[in-house]
């Protein structure tokens, strides 16, 4: 007998793609926040915040209430929130979106470079999760630099993960030759995101993503979605292991993106009550906001 199944599976009876994994409760997914509308002093040449116009009202920063108003009515999964340079100007801010993330019992991830991490631990405390930028438009990158910064900042309630940024051919050649399996045999590196550049250009292509993985295949037999984890777009549209993760984006204006890496908000709003019905059916998008080649 002819295997039915085989005959009959044509494209049509295929189930829809999957557009979340994200129960009603947690929709939103990470639910990332920028304090600062463009304004950090690294102003890496490739960063998609620097690409983005600017608020239209020219706002500096978001609300401190505004945002504790949302974190404690928004469905979402966990807090996301980058804390750039120069920090001193954003820990007010900073202050409001973990408190208010902490009493609803929400984890929070706090996105920096290794600078702001070293000379402001102070203000990370109270965050579920550090992720430090690393790739050589922060600073120069020193395995052992990153080692020691861990471990200070490596605590039972806290996690620590590194978001390299494959941000060059040549620092993408010292990674596969050594330097991400050093990162990830850090104990006090909880996890190793791989980061691409967005929109990516013209050499990293999909291409690239498959001779890279395959370059560092046996970490990825290893680790791969359990210490090692590779960029979103890379996993759900070259990969196809899964749906967008879903990372809407709220920043000074107050704009909100669909997904952070979109240059253009989907709208600016005003008040939580506002936003809270405007995403009351919020899908993550089935395309990225740029081409992948
Ligand atoms: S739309 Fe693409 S880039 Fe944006 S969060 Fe989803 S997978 Fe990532």
Same mark, same amino acid.
């Given at each position: 007998?002819?295997?039915? $199944?085989?005959?009959?599976?044509?494209t049509?009876?295929?189930?829809?793609?999957?557009?979340t994994?994200?129960?009603?409760?947690?929709?939103?997914?990470?639910?990332?926040?920028?304090?600062?509308?463009?304004?950090?002093?690294?102003?890496?040449?490739?960063?998609?915040?620097?690409?983005?116009?600017?608020?239209?009202?020219?706002a500096?920063?978001?609300?401190?209430?505004?945002?504790?108003?949302?974190?404690?009515?928004?469905?979402?999964?966990?807090v996301?929130?980058?804390?750039?340079?120069?920090?001193?100007m954003?820990?007010?801010g900073? /202050?409001? $979106?973990?408190?208010?993330?902490?009493?609803?019992?929400?984890?929070?991830?706090?996105?920096?470079?290794?600078?702001?991490?070293?000379?402001?631990?102070?203000?990370?405390?109270?965050?579920?999760?550090?992720?430090?930028?690393?790739?050589?438009?922060?600073?120069?990158?020193?395995?052992?630099?990153?080692?020691?910064?861990? /471990?200070?900042?490596?605590?039972?309630?806290?996690?620590?993960?590194?978001?390299?940024?494959?941000?060059?051919?040549?620092?993408?050649?010292?990674?596969?030759?050594?330097?991400?399996?050093?990162?990830?045999?850090?104990?006090?590196?909880?996890?190793?995101?791989?980061?691409?550049?967005?929109?990516?250009?013209?050499?990293?292509? /999909?291409?690239?993503?498959?001779?890279?993985?395959?370059?560092?295949?046996?970490? $990825?037999?290893?680790?791969?979605?359990?210490?090692?984890?590779?960029?979103?777009?890379?996993?759900?549209?070259?990969?196809?292991l899964?749906?967008?993760?879903?990372?809407?984006?709220?920043?000074?204006?107050?704009?909100?993106?669909?997904?952070?890496?979109?240059?253009?908000?989907?709208f600016?709003?005003?008040?939580?009550?506002?936003?809270?019905?405007?995403?009351?059916?919020?899908?993550?998008?089935?395309?990225?906001?740029?081409?992948?080649?």
């Amino acid at each position: 007998m002819e295997n039915p $199944v085989s005959t009959s599976t044509t494209t049509e009876d295929a189930p829809a793609p999957l557009r979340t994994t994200h129960p009603p409760e947690e929709r939103l997914g990470t639910l990332s926040f920028h304090l600062d509308g463009a304004i950090c002093r690294v102003n890496c040449e490739y960063c998609y915040l620097g690409a983005r116009p600017g608020p239209r009202g020219g706002a500096r920063s978001l609300d401190a209430a505004l945002m504790e108003e949302l974190i404690k009515t928004l469905p979402y999964k966990e807090v996301a929130v980058s804390l750039s340079e120069p920090a001193e100007m954003w820990a007010h801010g900073l /202050k409001a $979106v973990i408190r208010a993330a902490r009493n609803r019992d929400k984890p929070v991830a706090v996105t920096t470079t290794l600078a702001v991490a070293r000379n402001h631990i102070g203000m990370l405390s109270e965050a579920t999760r550090v992720n430090l930028s690393v790739d050589p438009a922060k600073g120069p990158v020193n395995v052992r630099v990153i080692a020691a910064l861990s /471990k200070d900042l490596n605590l039972p309630s806290r996690e620590v993960s590194l978001i390299v940024t494959l941000s060059s051919p040549t620092f993408c050649d010292q990674l596969a030759s050594g330097m991400l399996q050093q990162f990830l045999e850090l104990p006090t590196v909880d996890a190793v995101a791989l980061n691409g550049i967005k929109p990516p250009p013209p050499w990293l292509d /999909k291409a690239y993503w498959l001779q890279f993985l395959s370059r560092i295949q046996p970490l $990825v037999d290893r680790y791969l979605d359990r210490r090692l984890f590779s960029d979103c777009y890379v996993h759900a549209r070259i990969l196809g292991l899964g749906p967008c993760p879903g990372r809407p984006d709220i920043s000074p204006g107050a704009e909100f993106r669909s997904c952070v890496y979109q240059k253009m908000p989907d709208f600016e709003f005003q008040a939580p009550e506002e936003l809270a019905a405007k995403v009351a059916d919020y899908l993550p998008p089935a395309v990225c906001p740029f081409k992948i080649v």
